[in-house]
């Protein structure tokens, strides 16, 4: 069986293990401290970032996007449309959750790796400016629910479930469009709402 080695609280994480459940693909989950820096996430991937994916034949796939190609490719494409525009809407709407993350990590992590005084509040401001950006976006124009999810959705939800995670009470107001998005989510997709950042 298949290993990823995860973080809980990770979206990347969480996108990726979403998208193996929706992929029918089963997966050894394993929780990884990644400051702690160990052997096997190391000898996986040299940059000690997770999630990644450990295969049957020991191959390491590393990056969440490079996995969820990857659970694609294995399960017929389940996650992302055969039709190419509809393909291109799925990509570019995980490459925007998965950027909002990006900006969202920077500010968590600026926060966590400094003492307060060296805080650099530019740098937060300007991560937390592309992170509303983003999520502006999103807010104006949510992607159409379908009964089947695709990657873009996954990576959407875990997005959202990061923010409820690290930025409750302070991302919502005037964005109640992304709120009951992901609501509706969660109500058709239960067994993947059970996987987003705890």
Request: net charge positive; with cysteine.
């Amino acid at each position: 069986m298949p290993v990823v080695l995860y973080s809980p609280a990770s979206p990347y994480s969480a996108k990726v293990r979403m998208a193996a459940a929706w992929c029918g693909i089963a997966i050894d989950a394993k929780v990884v401290d990644t400051n702690a820096e160990p052997a096997q996430l190391i000898d996986a991937n040299p940059l000690g970032k997770i999630p990644v994916l450990i295969t049957d034949d020991g191959e390491t796939v590393y990056d969440s996007r490079a996995i969820t190609q990857y659970l694609n490719r294995l399960s017929g494409n389940a996650l992302f449309p055969r039709n190419a525009q509809k393909r291109l809407e799925a990509e570019r709407l995980e490459a925007l959750a998965d950027g909002i993350c990006d900006c969202l990590l920077a500010h968590v992590y600026e926060r966590r790796s400094r003492p307060e005084d060296m805080v650099h509040q530019p740098w937060l401001d300007k991560q937390w400016a592309k992170a509303e950006r983003g999520l502006d976006a999103l807010n104006a124009n949510p992607p159409k629910m379908t009964k089947k999810a695709t990657g873009g959705q996954i990576a959407m939800r875990a997005m959202l479930g990061y923010l409820a995670l690290r930025f409750d009470g302070k991302w919502e107001r005037g964005r109640s469009k992304l709120t009951r998005w992901a609501k509706r989510f969660d109500e058709r997709f239960p067994e993947l709402a059970a996987l987003t950042p705890r």
